[in-house]
């Protein structure tokens, strides 16, 4: 299971990058739409409502607000299955 969490250690010494223009152009990001509301789920999430996680069967990515699971919950698992590979 991939998830996408967020970062464990939130360094008080290392601020979040700041807000500037320059973005990660060089390689191209690959964009995951979460398979329930069809959003974007990002690399690196700056909320809880960004997390999300990849199913182990299909490879589609969802929140885990859409999926209704927490970090608390995966963490017990091995594999996460979607809604429709759960089935
Ligand atoms: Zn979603
Ligand atoms: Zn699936």
Redesign the pocket.
Known sequence: MVRHSLLPSYDKTNPPAQPKKKRKTQKKVPVYL?G??G?DCVDTPQSEADQSVNCDICGVW??YV?AGVSDQSLESVDKWFCSKCKC
């Open positions: 979460c329930t509301c959003c969802v929140h859409c």
